[in-house]
């Protein structure tokens, strides 16, 4: 590889990897304001109910998964799937009353396929685990 061409590279990374940062960055104040709003919210209403539970759940998720890319540099595959199961749940427990049979069939089939998506994944990373950056082989050039 040409100086050139390993600079820009390096120049590129560094870039993208400022546009991450800047990104996360904004969702993490975007939760923090969220938070606070719900915990005024719940000290204006007097009392807490599930519905806020869940949703701190939500909140803590997604800080998680905030944390979870800046110690590893990789966004967990399975940590917007329980985001999404939490996020069901909540609609879920709040509008019951609001839905007709097949609707909370419906959605109670979907965290069922959210929950196997997880065992898949969780199955797939056992059985064919990722390799370390050092552990890629080179690419072979094609023969002439």
């Known amino acids: 590889m040409s100086h050139d061409r390993k600079w820009g590279k390096t120049y590129g990374q560094r870039i993208v990897g400022l546009l991450e940062d800047v990104g ?20 204006v209403r007097g009392n807490v ?43 879920l427990t709040l509008d019951m009353k609001a839905l007709n049979s097949p609707q909370m069939i419906g959605i109670a089939s979907a965290i069922l396929l959210l929950s196997l998506a997880v065992l898949v994944v969780r199955f797939g990373h056992i059985k064919f685990p990722y390799k370390e950056l050092g552990e890629i082989p080179p690419k072979i050039p094609p023969s002439t």
Not at 66 to 83: C, D
């Open 24 to 43: 996360l960055v904004f969702i993490l104040i975007a939760v923090v304001v969220a938070m606070a709003q719900e915990v005024r919210d719940v000290v």
């Open 49 to 91: 109910v599930l519905a806020d539970l869940l949703l701190f759940f939500i909140y803590l998720e997604v800080i998680s998964m905030v944390g979870a890319f800046w110690e590893s540099g990789q966004l967990p595959v399975r940590m917007p799937l329980y985001i999404a199961m939490v996020a069901l749940a909540r609609y």
